[in-house]
């Protein structure tokens, strides 16, 4: 069993910054990808940035240029760099770990974009 703790969300006024971390119980070099979800109230979830097993990454047109997925295999724990956040940022973010067939879910950490 693999289980995800999520850490790094908070209160952030716009254009600021927040790094989320994804601190994973086995070794994410086993799964096939580590990715971000998010899911803002009255809206349904979806993929913000996904980085598979060999590097290769893919970000919602929304987040381009402004968030940044990474790994580090030796510490089990895959980030977010979020920059430039703005108000619609604001969600619930979960970290996820497909290692096909069965998917992994964090709790989830919350950030908001307020002034």
């Known amino acids: 069993q693999v289980r995800l703790v999520e850490s790094g969300g908070g209160l952030v006024q716009p254009g600021g910054s927040l790094r989320l971390s994804c601190a994973a119980s086995?070794?994410?070099?086993?799964?096939?990808?580590m990715g971000w979800y998010r899911q803002a109230p009255g809206k349904q979830r979806e993929l913000v940035a996904v980085?598979?097993?060999?590097?290769?990454?893919n970000y919602v047109n929304s987040v381009k240029g402004r968030f940044t997925i990474s790994r580090d295999n030796d510490k089990n724990t895959v980030y977010l760099q979020m920059n430039s956040l703005k108000p619609e940022d604001t969600a619930v973010y979960y970290c996820?770990?497909?290692?096909?067939?069965?998917?992994?879910w964090g709790q989830g950490t919350q950030v908001t974009v307020s002034s």
């Open positions: 996820n770990a497909d290692r096909l067939p069965d998917h992994y």
């Open positions: 086995g070794i994410i070099d086993s799964m096939d990808t």
């Open positions: 980085i598979t097993r060999g590097g290769s990454t």
